[in-house]
């Protein structure tokens, strides 16, 4: 998992406003709760947290900590593919988000399980505004991830498309998992907690709900 520490301020910056910073970083620390919850319900070897910023009582036990490198978003994703890599080599590995909070255990679970996984040789998570909130490769070196991520345009509606090019190129098998919204604008945030009443997620956005700038 590539995140963001939930500091009021430096995250989910397209929420202010109607939110605060407080709110919008409160917002993001449920989100990255639910996610980290999710993902320790997954059957996994090994559990990254790749991080920008410290950890905080968020994060459960079990799970090891990296620094993210510097750099774009392409160059910090390529190498937590390559710190994964270099881990654990020959080992599937499967990079999410912390702005879909919505996902479930298995979402994840069945796609990714070894009777699935034949013949698959990349997992592909498309995000509804055209990026992606997931991306697994089967047999991830750096040298792959590389090819694949840097120099990407990130942000824009045609980021997913790239990726599902060079994937192709690439000559990889994709196993397609589903659409989910990415959390950027309040619209989103309420479209996904929608989609979740029962996470930590909605229960956020219902407390700070009441405030008199978030009924626009």
Not at 41 to 61: K, S
Not at 90 to 111: F, H, K, R, S
Not at 189 to 208: D, N, Q, W, Y
Request: glycine residues 10%; hydrophobic residues 45%; aromatic residues 4%.
């Amino acid at each position: 998992m590539i995140a963001k520490s939930p500091v009021p301020g430096r995250v989910k910056t397209r929420l202010t406003p109607p939110c605060t910073p407080e709110q919008a970083a409160a917002l993001a620390e449920a989100a990255l709760a639910d996610t980290l919850a999710t993902l320790d319900r997954v059957p996994a070897g090994r559990r990254l947290l790749v991080l920008e910023g410290e950890a905080g009582p968020w994060l459960p036990p079990g799970w090891q900590v990296v620094r993210q490198s510097e750099g774009g978003l392409d160059e910090r994703l390529a190498a937590a593919f390559a710190h994964a890599a270099g881990t654990a080599p020959d080992t599937p590995a499967l990079l999410v988000g912390m702005d879909t909070p919505q996902i479930g255990g298995a979402l994840l679970a069945e796609p990714l399980s070894p009777a699935r996984r034949t013949g698959v040789d990349a997992w592909y998570g498309p995000a509804a505004d055209g990026g992606f909130w997931a991306l697994g490769l089967a047999r991830p070196t750096a040298e792959l991830a590389r090819r694949l991520l840097l120099g990407l345009p990130m942000s824009t509606p045609e980021t997913g498309q790239a990726l599902l090019d060079r994937l192709a190129a690439n000559g990889l098998t994709v196993g397609h998992l589903p659409v989910l919204t990415d959390v950027d604008t309040i619209r989103d945030a309420r479209h996904v907690a929608a989609e979740a009443p029962g996470s930590r997620f909605a229960a956020c956005l219902r407390l700070i709900g009441a405030a008199p700038e978030m009924t626009r």
